[in-house]
């Protein structure tokens, strides 16, 4: 499906082309849109697949309030809820910890799907965005030649056809194609695995608790996330590349039992399971994020696995910093923020992927079956309680709160 066409032929050429329409995407098309700046946004997926798509949830008071300024906020704002405490449940018991007390700020939680919701409809409905879904085996060409292009096949026609570009935004998240196409030896692609796998699990039936929950176990770290009244995300942690089919309805809520239970918490409220996935936990860094005339934004530049709940919130703060810069280079020729978008990126995802890495070891050193790592991640969780520096330090990370975006 194609919205507002307005060109045909071989000779269409657009100052920005943005591949994938995620928050990442959709976000730059936005900023893009409101300077006057003609783009095309390419997408392999329907409407309807992108807005349907549950993922995130969790987004940082700073990423609002970018999205806030750009015009980009006003339903996230009323119907977003305020998460200020989370609790982490280990050794039996269960441990509150008010992040929004010790720092003032709060999360928003708003479900990804309603955010790419709101942001399509922005785009292609009130600043009149060209987008194209349905394509299919997009291909970058001349990323290094100053005169890039895409290719894509038509949905319809089945035809190749070809856009220029003067810039070309990958924002086709993990799995894309415009990593793919960096020339090998250019970049550096920093790769971590965490050796452990979740079973991410989306169940119909109300949360059991008033806030994110957190278990640490002997047999694995579990997961406890609302998402609606009716819907509720847990995780499980599992071998990597297990089988999901590994996981019976009987056996995912007896291990969450087991995993989440603690002295005073309340039962589990079970439910028909919507989805059963397992996410093998790595991370990657692709440095620098620009090649040329390509642009990488979201999880196309950097994956962060679920843990600290950070890649939507990175992919918001690269879309803002890439959409400014290119509107400064393509309306006032200012290329102050291209030229420092990889470096002022880095430094937040970096900053991310290590906290990622701290937490992990608190998630999963319990059931690591290795009694040093067991008792070191426990002496981390402690401090949490009885350190008030320790507990500031680890809200600012929490929150994002450290750097400003
Ligand atoms: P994506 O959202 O992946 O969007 C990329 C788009 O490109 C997609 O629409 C895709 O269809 C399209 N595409 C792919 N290939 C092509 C192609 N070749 N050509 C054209 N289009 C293409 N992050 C948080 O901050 N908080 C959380 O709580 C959180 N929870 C998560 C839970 C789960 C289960 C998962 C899987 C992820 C979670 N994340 C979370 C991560 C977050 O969802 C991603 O980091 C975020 O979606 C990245 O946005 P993006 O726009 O970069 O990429």
């Not at 329409?21 to 976000?27: E, I, N, S």
């Not at 720092?103 to 708003?110: I, K, S």
């Not at 038509?154 to 960096?182: H, I, K, M, N, Y």
């Amino acid at each position: 499906m194609t919205t507002a066409p307005r060109r045909s032929g071989a000779e269409q050429r657009f100052p920005v082309v943005v591949v994938g329409a995620g928050p990442a995407g959709l976000t730059v098309g936005n900023i893009l849109r409101a300077a006057g700046v003609d783009c095309l946004v390419l997408e392999t997926e329907t409407r309807e697949s992108i807005e349907r798509r549950p993922r995130a949830g969790v987004i940082e008071e700073w990423a609002v309030r970018g999205l806030e300024r750009r015009g980009l906020a006003r339903n996230l704002l009323e119907r977003a809820q305020a998460h200020t405490e989370c609790e982490f449940r280990f050794a039996g018991e269960r441990y509150r910890f008010e992040y929004t007390g010790l720092t003032g700020r709060h999360h928003f939680f708003y479900p990804q799907q309603f955010l790419v919701t709101d942001l399509v409809r922005e785009y292609a409905d009130v600043r009149g965005g060209e987008i194209r879904f349905g394509v299919r085996d997009v291909r970058p060409h001349g990323l290094d030649s100053g005169r890039p292009s895409v290719s894509y096949v038509c949905p319809d026609s089945g035809e190749r056809r070809t856009v220029q570009a003067g810039f070309v935004a990958g924002c086709d998240g993990a799995r894309g194609a415009t990593r793919a196409a960096l020339p090998p030896g250019r970049v550096r692609v920093a790769r971590h695995d965490y050796g452990v796998g979740w079973l991410a699990l989306l169940a119909e039936a109300p949360p059991s608790a008033d806030c994110v929950v957190f278990g640490m176990h002997p047999r694995g770290f579990a997961g406890h996330m609302a998402r609606s009244p009716e819907v509720t995300r847990y995780y499980l942690q599992c071998p990597p590349g297990d089988d999901p089919e590994n996981w019976p309805h009987e056996r995912v809520w007896a291990e969450l039992r087991e995993r989440l239970g603690a002295a005073g918490a309340p039962p589990l409220q079970e439910g028909r399971l919507l989805e059963k996935r397992v996410l093998d936990m790595h991370g990657y860094v692709v440095e620098p994020m620009a090649l040329g005339r390509l642009f990488l934004a979201g999880d196309a530049a950097h994956l962060t696995a679920p843990i600290a709940a950070k890649g939507l919130n990175l992919a918001l703060h690269d879309a803002f910093l890439l959409g400014d810069g290119l509107v400064g280079h393509l309306t006032r020729g200012d290329d102050t923020g291209l030229a420092g978008y990889s470096a002022a990126c880095l430094t937040r995802v970096w900053d991310y992927q290590e906290f990622s890495q701290w937490l992990a070891e608190m998630y999963h050193g319990t059931a690591s079956g290795d009694p040093h790592r067991a008792g070191a991640a426990l002496a981390r969780l402690r401090r949490l309680f009885d350190s008030p520096a320790a507990a500031a330090a680890f809200a600012e990370q929490y929150l994002g709160a450290r750097t400003t975006g």
